[in-house]
């Protein structure tokens, strides 16, 4: 069975830095592309940004209102996915969801709640 | 980016009714297309993927259609639990894996 299991949300102030975990287990981590999609509060699902898998080198992709400012790795050997944010913004304010794509099927974790206020 | 817009943006219906949500694309993308339901507080719950593939465990009154820029979620008897809010997402191409804006159906 895929399970997602994000960590590390909490309060942060604008300017500040954190980041977010998302542990995997249940299908062949190293093989898949993994996405972070965020939400905010009362509002829609927004994607934030992907790794590839090893096949095509890792690379990452970022939507235009955090490219510059996050930053997502891979540990293959923890099966772990990582979003690192910095320079945070009170619109960054969202519940964050790690997502997997398996043979066109996304799997979605139960999301982490990460708040940007003074 | 490809662009995803859904109709109607809210929905009111009977127990029983057949219901159905239109999503579209700004540029073809084949049947790359999901349909997820999300109730307040929780996570959104895959329901159609590829279009037209219900997601294991899902009832079969949830059924998607279409292909290309135009794609349907019909659910065919409206039940109580199925209050909540959907939206679509396309992910055909390297660009970002856009969503619709959403549609809430409540039961009148």
């Known amino acids: 069975e895929v399970q997602l299991v994000e960590s590390g949300g909490g309060l942060v102030q604008p300017g500040g830095s954190l980041r977010l975990s998302c542990a995997a287990s249940g299908f062949t981590f190293s093989g898949h592309y993994m996405d972070w999609v965020r939400q905010a509060p009362g509002k829609g699902l927004e994607w934030v940004g992907r790794t590839r898998n090893r096949v095509e080198n890792y690379t990452t992709e970022y939507a235009a209102s955090v490219k510059g400012r996050f930053t997502i790795s891979r540990d293959d050997s923890k099966n772990s996915l990582s979003l690192q944010m910095n320079s945070l913004k009170t619109e960054d304010t969202a519940v964050y969801y790690c997502?997997?794509?398996?043979f066109g099927r996304g799997f979605w974790g139960q999301g982490t709640l990460v708040t940007v206020s003074s | 980016d490809i662009q995803m817009t859904q109709s109607p943006p809210t929905l009111s219906a009977s127990v029983g009714d057949r219901v159905t949500i239109t999503c579209r694309a700004s540029?073809?993308?084949?049947?790359?297309l999901a349909w997820y339901q999300q109730k307040p507080g929780k996570a959104p719950k895959v329901l159609i993927y590829?279009?037209?593939s219900l997601e294991t465990g899902v009832p079969s009154r949830f059924s998607g259609s279409g292909s290309g820029t135009e794609f349907t979620l019909t659910i065919t008897s409206l039940q109580p639990d199925d209050c909540a809010t959907y939206y679509c997402q396309q992910y055909n191409t390297y660009s970002p894996f856009t969503f619709g804006p959403g549609t809430r159906v409540d039961i009148k």
């Open positions: 997502v997997v794509w398996i």
């Open positions: 540029q073809s993308i084949g049947g790359w």
């Open positions: 590829q279009a037209s």
